[in-house]
């Protein structure tokens, strides 16, 4: 299960962080870090910059298209340099998380229906992992 929140710098440890917060709550936001402090919330490597949510979207599928069966078959590697894709890598950790664990937290910080929008690809990519 998935549920969405606004970031609070006042709950989370976010020194040092970026996608993920703990075990259980990820980041899915543009950040406050825009020039690489260490001691403050970066972005998350889910984050569209330029991109609108619809183009992202539209990227996501496109990767969980071509890369999708290769994980299924265990040949898709989620961890190390050599992981393929811009963002399959990270909905798919978040997907794992929301199977181990049943509950999962997406953050966001100004943008609630990208965050929507990532909640809805991780909830079909767990109707197929």
């Avoid at 910059?49 to 890369?67: G, H, P």
């Avoid at 393929?84 to 199977?99: D, S, W």
């Amino acid at each position: 299960m998935l549920t969405i929140e606004q970031f609070d710098i006042e709950r989370y440890n976010h020194e040092k962080k970026g996608f993920r917060i703990t075990d259980k709550v990820f980041n899915v936001s543009e950040g406050y870090n825009q020039t690489c402090h260490d001691d403050i919330l970066s972005y998350s490597q889910l984050w569209r910059f330029d991109l609108t949510n619809k183009q992202q979207k539209n990227i996501f599928w496109q990767e969980i298209k071509q890369y999708l069966p290769a994980y299924l078959k265990g040949e898709f590697n989620l961890y190390g340099y050599n992981a393929k894709g811009r963002f399959i890598k990270h909905l798919l950790i978040i997907a794992e998380a929301v199977k181990k664990y049943g509950k999962v937290k997406l953050l966001y910080i100004s943008d609630r229906q990208h965050c929507d929008m990532i909640s809805d690809c991780i909830n079909w990519l767990l109707t197929q992992i």
